[in-house]
């Protein structure tokens, strides 16, 4: 056990989780398993047909192209016909961990909804159910017992109140909506609906509230609710010093920062890249606190809390080479200080709040999920330039919300029109100047994720350039007649942007930029106390094996890596490579080298570093300094109002 849950020592945060040893930054700090302790892990509830019940894996997982793993089948229960699962083992397991009870209550529903009703009751709902469908007390108070509930607090919110935190489930809302959950969960259950059961089940749904997580899939985004009762112990910051990655049914703590032995760990329950008001209220409206972080007290914007992180130096080994200047030039002064740019950031947040909430695109990856329409990200992308055009002393703020979200989804909104070069720039902007600084550990998730994204889209936008420099050599033709397929004419201005793109595409060597792109990516698999387990047949098998610890610390990869690996093994299949590869593996080979990740910054040699900066960094900048043109192109820019 590498933490301790000593008694509260401060009565305003209650107990906390303390590393029992020191831990790297990557480090995995603790392992917690949803399958043997008391705990609950489940898919949402409209992902039920799409999510096995049991391990927890979506054909979503198998979706792309790019993988050769099998795609995964799943089957409904044949008792209840709402929860499916991939695998006879997996329904095998359900069924003795909680389905043999569950299936009945899914069967009352059934028959009191019809035919063409939602059948599935809400996640909140399921997860209170399997709680009180527990074989014993016993059971039901190791993993609820001694939870937080702050019932009182959710009693006195205003109706209507709607959290929206992203550690919540979609469905949580008012006291009232509370109470109709929990007389849905005992009629279903077949329970006397009597004040004693019900205030019973009240605090159990304030316990969710308090104490669950949503897991986090590779790329389809908030799949389900997890709750286990030793991980509900970790308190919050807004500058944390660890994360939780999910991996099937398994909960995985990991180090942000070097954390000392007998220090607090604390994660963030809130998406980070938020302002201090909507943090603040976030956190109230759910966990019933404020936050007095550092960053909260001092009111620190993302590029004056990313130089709270010690992680700077980690950073001249990844697309961030130059984090340390980026940040001196946003903090020297403070940006957030400056007369123009508090003004700028009121009147935008003001903007945004009136805003319907926009759909947020859950992967960030090259998929067509919902990341918004062409005329919402107009209308976010002009309300944002007050902010863009803020502050001529200091360069472009990219990094400040909501310009990293709406970057995003524009990525999603040109690769589903395989505008790749489009998708290219405003990928190689939040890779080199954005995400480092909302993520300033370069493994951290959100990082790895944009690098594979980068590689991908660098691949798919390199073929047309082929084609365009073939074409034109002949033809004299523009990069609009090259290969991809178009669903819309563009602008003379996107295509005046594309082809710089592609003119600079032109100039790099891709495989070897995608080659390590994605050693970049699995580096972050191979630095922590995991070491990354052989490809396992289907993504269900690996689930199966994860039965105890020493299983646990083989399959916890980064949900990227075998994808990452596909791809690799397809670009060093490529003729003619062999001096590059040398170059590469010298770059990036760890052994021998001391310190987390890639080694230490004086182990390596000047010649690696120019290799990267001239190889892989200055061109992905170049390329990211046409992301503006290209927004302002599609999106109007300052031009609409
Ligand atoms: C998931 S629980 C964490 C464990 C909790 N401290 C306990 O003793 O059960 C969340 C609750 O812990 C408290 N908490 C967490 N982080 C805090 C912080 N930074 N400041 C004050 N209270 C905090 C709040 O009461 C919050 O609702």
Redo the contacts with the bound molecule.
């Keep these: 056990m590498n933490y301790t849950i000593p008694s509260?020592t401060?009565p305003?945060?209650?107990?906390?989780?303390l590393a029992a040893r020191a831990v790297r930054p990557g480090d995995i700090i603790a392992v917690f398993d949803g399958a043997g302790t008391p705990a609950i892990a489940i898919p949402d509830s409209n992902h039920l047909a799409h999510t096995c019940s049991y391990c927890l894996a979506t054909p979503a997982d198998n979706n792309d192209t790019t993988t050769t793993t099998p795609p995964v089948k799943l089957r409904a229960c044949t008792g209840c016909r709402v929860v499916a699962y991939c695998s006879p083992a997996c329904q095998k397991r359900d069924w003795q961990l909680v389905h043999k009870l569950e299936c009945k209550v899914f069967q009352r529903v059934r028959a009191s909804t019809s035919a063409s009703g939602h059948v599935a009751l809400p996640t909140p709902v399921r997860a209170l159910v399997q709680i009180l469908l527990l074989r014993s007390d016993a059971d039901r108070n190791a993993l609820v017992g001694?939870?937080?509930s702050?019932v009182d607090d959710f009693r006195r919110l205003p109706p209507g109140n709607v959290n929206d935190s992203n550690r919540s489930s979609a469905e949580a809302v008012s006291w009232q909506d509370m109470e109709l959950q929990a007389m849905a969960a005992l009629h279903y259950l077949g329970r006397a609906v009597g004040e004693r059961e019900k205030n019973e089940a009240l605090e159990v749904l304030c316990k969710l509230q308090?104490?669950s997580f949503n897991r986090l899939d590779a790329d389809i985004g908030q799949t389900g609710l997890f709750l286990h009762p030793q991980l509900?112990?970790?308190?919050?910051?807004c500058l944390p010093s660890a994360y939780v990655q999910f991996s099937g049914r398994v909960a995985v703590l990991r180090a942000y920062q070097a954390i000392n032995e007998g220090d607090e760990v604390?994660i963030s329950?809130i998406d980070q890249a938020l302002p201090l008001s909507q943090r603040q209220a976030s956190?109230k409206a759910?966990?019933?606190?404020?936050?007095?972080?550092p960053r909260c007290a001092e009111d620190l914007d993302v590029y004056q809390a990313c130089q709270r992180y010690p992680h700077l130096q980690l950073n001249d080994l990844s697309l961030a080479t130059d984090l340390s200047e980026l940040i001196r030039q946003q903090t020297s002064p403070p940006l957030s200080k400056t007369k123009d740019f508090s003004k700028a950031i009121a009147q935008v947040q003001a903007s945004f709040t009136s805003l319907p909430t926009p759909p947020r695109s859950s992967s960030g990856a090259t998929t067509t999920a919902d990341a918004g329409s062409t005329e919402d990200l107009r209308r976010r992308w002009s309300l944002c330039q007050p902010l863009l055009l803020a502050d001529t002393t200091h360069s472009t703020p990219f990094a400040i919300h909501p310009v990293p979200e709406i970057l995003t989804d524009a990525v999603i909104h040109f690769s589903s029109r395989a505008n790749y070069a489009a998708g290219l720039a405003l990928s190689s902007l939040l890779a080199t100047q954005v995400e480092p600084v909302r993520n300033p550990f370069p493994e951290s998730p959100g990082r790895v994720k944009g690098l594979l994204t980068l590689a991908k889209l660098l691949a798919n936008a390199a073929a047309p350039a082929a084609a365009a420099a073939a074409a034109e050599e002949e033809w004299s033709s523009s990069p609009s007649a090259s290969a991809s397929p178009r669903q819309k004419p563009q602008s003379k201005a996107l295509q005046a942007a594309e082809k710089a793109i592609l003119a600079v595409l032109r100039t790099m060597d891709v495989p070897t930029t995608c080659e390590v792109l994605l050693l970049l990516v699995l580096r972050s698999a191979s630095s922590s106390t995991a070491s990354p387990s052989p490809r396992p047949a289907t993504s269900s098998d690996a689930q199966h094996q994860n039965n105890n610890n020493h299983h646990h610390h083989r399959m916890l990869i980064q949900p990227y890596h075998h994808e990452a690996q596909d791809i690799l093994q397809d670009i060093r299949a490529l003729p003619g490579r062999h001096a590059e590869q040398d170059l590469v593996r010298k770059l990036l080979d760890q052994r021998g080298r001391p310190g987390p990740g890639l080694g230490s910054s004086s182990s390596r040699t000047q010649e690696e570093k120019l290799f990267l900066e001239m190889v892989i960094v200055k061109p992905l900048r170049e390329i990211a300094g046409l992301a503006r043109s290209v927004m302002d192109a599609e999106f109007g820019g300052a031009a609409v109002q």
């Excluded at 305003?12 to 989780?17: D, E, K, M, T």
């Excluded at 509900?232 to 910051?237: F, K, L, P, T, Y």
């Excluded at 759910?286 to 972080?293: D, G, L, N, P």
Aim: glycine share 6%.
């Design positions: 509260p401060s305003a945060r209650g107990r906390g989780l001694k939870l937080e702050h308090v104490n509900a112990m970790v308190n919050h910051s604390e329950y956190l759910r966990y019933h606190f404020t936050c007095a972080c």
